[in-house]
T-cell receptor, first 111, second 109 residues
Framework: DTAVSQTPKYLVTQMGNDKSIKCEQN?????MYWYKQDSKKFLKIMFS???????INETVPNRFSPKSPDKAHLNLHINSLELGDSAVYFC??????????FGSGTRLTVV | ELKVEQNPLFLSMQEGKNYTIYCNYS?????LYWYRQDPGKSLESLFV?????AVKQEGRLMASLDTKARLSTLHITAAVHDLSATYFC?????????FGAGTRLTVKP
């Protein structure tokens, strides 16, 4: 039973499209995150939610909008996709700043 | 904001050799994590270091933490090819985890 699951695993789309990535965790963790890993493998935090409340909102374009319908889910919607958005997006969860668990990643390719 | 620096960024070593990866961080970090990432895969947790002087070992890998120096190390003993991967350290502060740039380790026969 996967602890943090993301869908889709791969996403290929054209510039200008709008797409969503979904994430669900079954660990009972209170905090969920989105990270972006670029082509140089650098991992950058984008957003963090604690019990459905946004607590970290890094400097990312406002084309990126997270949504947390409940503490087990954190989705990422991206409007007007650009070439530079191509990356691997990882969802993660934690409890009390501990037990960070990462999903398998979504490889987004914008063409 | 917590900043984490790792070095080296690239490491090519021969099987059987020892080496250390260094991780410095800028401000107080609640915990220090080490992760392994294989190509095309997710991040696998290796170690969590909670307090000053903490040392943890698993197989050929040993991690340590010096909170006064704001330094963690990952020591590799007698490297084998299976250890080839990218290794990340990460610090946390109030549910905010920040990563180093990663060390891409290649172990050659």
């Amino acid at each position: 039973d996967t602890a943090v699951s993301q869908t889709p695993k791969y996403l290929v789309t054209q510039m200008g499209n709008d797409k969503s990535i979904k994430c669900e965790q079954n660990l009972g963790h209170d905090t969920m995150y989105w990270y972006k890993q670029d082509s140089k493998k650098f991992l950058k935090i984008m957003f963090s939610y604690n019990n459905k409340e946004l607590i970290i909102n890094e400097t990312v374009p406002n084309r990126f909008s997270p949504k947390s319908p409940d503490k087990a889910h954190l989705n990422l919607h991206i409007n007007s996709l650009e070439l530079g958005d191509s990356a691997v997006y990882f969802c993660a969860s934690s409890q009390n700043d501990y037990g960070y668990t990462f999903g398998s990643g979504t490889r987004l390719t914008v063409v | 904001e917590l900043k984490v620096e790792q070095n080296p960024l690239f490491l090519s070593m021969q099987e059987g050799k020892n080496y250390t990866i260094y991780c410095n961080y800028s401000t107080t970090s609640d915990r220090l994590y080490w992760y392994r990432q294989d190509p095309g895969k997710s991040l696998e947790s290796l170690f969590v270091l909670l307090s000053n002087g903490a040392v943890k070992q698993e197989g050929r890998l040993m991690a340590s933490l010096d909170t006064k120096a704001r330094l963690s190390t990952l020591h590799i003993t007698a490297a084998v090819h299976d250890l080839s991967a990218t290794y990340f350290c990460a610090g946390t502060n109030n549910n905010d985890m920040r990563f180093g740039a990663g060390t891409r380790l290649t172990v050659k026969p």
